[in-house]
C-alpha cells in the first residue's frame, strides 16, 4: 500500500476508513500526512496490518478532531518513526487498540498521542525494549488514567522522555520488570502527574546517566518510592527526580553500596527540592 501520501485530507462528508484484508504492511512514507486535519473522519480499521514500516503512519491522523477509534490490534512492529505525530490532538480519539504490539523502534510512538485528552487506556504490554526516544513525548497531556509496560525490562536512551508529561489523570504505572534505565531513558517521565499514586519499579537495578532526572517532578499525590534493587547509578542519574513532591514522605535504596557510584558524586543532585515531607 503505497498511494495515499499527502491525500484525502480533506473529504466534505463524515466517513470512517478500513484498510483492506489483503494489506498487512504500511510501507515507509505510506501514509505520511494522509488524513492530517481530516475532521469528517470518524474511525479507522487496520484490520489485518501486523508492521508499520518507517513513517508509515508519519502524521496520519494529526489534527483530525473528530476521530473516535483506532483499530491497530494486529499490529506486532512498529519501525522507527512509524506512529511519528500520527494521532497528535485527536482530541476525541477514545480507543486506540496497539495489545499486540511486541517492538516498537527509534520515535516510533514519538508525540503519537499528544493531548489526545480523552484517551484513557493504553496497553502494550508485549513490548519488551523501548529504543531511543521510542515514547518521547507519546502520551504527553494525554487523558491516560493506568500504564502498564510489565514486560518492559530495558528502557534505551530518551526512551520514555517526557512520555507521559502532564497527564493529570495517570494514577498507576506498571514497569515491574524493568531492570535497566539508559542515558536519560526516564528523563521528565511522569513529570507533572498530579494523581500519580503508584510505580512499580521494584526490579530496577541499573539507572544510567540521567536516567531518572525530573523523572516524577511535580508528581504531588507521591507519597512513597522504594528502589530495593537498584545498585548501579551514572552521574545526575537521580537528579531534580522528586523535585515539588509535596508529600512524598520516604524514598529508598536499600541496596546501594559505596561502589553503586563510581567516581561521580551528583547522582542525587536537587532530587528532593520542594519535597517538605521527606525527613
Known sequence: LTIFNHTLQKPSISFTWTVPDTVTTIGSSCLSYAFKDCVSLTSVDFKNVTTIND????????????????NLS?????????????????????????????????NGLSNAFKSCSRLTTMH??????????????????????????????????????????????????????????DSYGLNGAFKDCSNLTSVDLSNLAVVDSGGLVTAFRGCTSLTTMSFDKVSSIGPSGFQGAFNICSNLTTVS???????????????????????????
Open 74 to 106: 494486529k499490529v506486532t512492529t512498529i519501525d522507527d518513526n512509524g506512529l511519528f505525530y500520527a494521532f497528535n490532538g485527536c482530541s476525541k480519539l477514545t480507543s486506540v487498540d496497539l495489545s499486540n504490539v511486541t517492538s516498537i523502534g527509534g
Open 124 to 181: 502494550l504490554d508485549k513490548v519488551t525494549t523501548i529504543k531511543d526516544y521510542g515514547l518521547d513525548s507519546a502520551f504527553y497531556r494525554s487523558g491516560v488514567t493506568s500504564v502498564d509496560f510489565n514486560n518492559v525490562t530495558t528502557i534505551n536512551a530518551y526512551g520514555l522522555n517526557n512520555a507521559f508529561d502532564g497527564c493529570s489523570n495517570l494514577t498507576s504505572v506498571d514497569l515491574s520488570n524493568l531492570t535497566t534505565v
Open 55 to 70: 513513517k508509515g503512519l508519519f502524521y496520519a491522523f494529526q489534527g483530525c478532531s473528530n476521530l473516535t477509534s483506532a
Open 253 to 279: 535504596f536499600p541496596a546501594l553500596t559505596t561502589s553503586s557510584f563510581g567516581t561521580s558524586t551528583n547522582q542525587f543532585d536537587g532530587m528532593l527540592v520542594g519535597c517538605t515531607g521527606v525527613s
